[in-house]
């Protein structure tokens, strides 16, 4: 499962989306540092499915985590060589304009 939580601000809708299992986990590589905080990322316990839909509407997108990334390559959302690896943990973010 993936933790999904959502932020509004006006009309902007952001979703910070993890893998369930890396919750609380700090990955570093050279300069590069990713805290998966609890505060930030934990909401609701969504499937595949339900992150798909919710990257697709979502104006920012912050998503942790292997399966988590691949839901939004599989939208088209991220290209695949535009993930960044931190530790072999992938980490994508979107932003619609």
């Known amino acids: 499962m993936i933790y999904l939580k959502k932020y509004k601000c006006g009309e ?6 993890c893998d369930e299992e890396i919750v609380g986990m700090e990955f570093r590589e050279e300069r590069l540092r990713l805290y998966v905080d609890e505060k930030f990322y934990v909401g609701e316990l969504v499937d595949e499915e339900k992150l798909i839909e919710e990257i697709k509407k979502a104006d920012i997108s912050n998503l942790v985590g292997r399966r988590t990334v691949e839901c939004a390559i599989k939208t088209g959302e991220v290209l695949r060589e535009n993930v960044l690896y931190i530790q072999g943990v992938p980490h994508a973010q979107t932003l619609k304009l």
């Open 12 to 17: 902007i809708t952001l979703i910070a989306a």
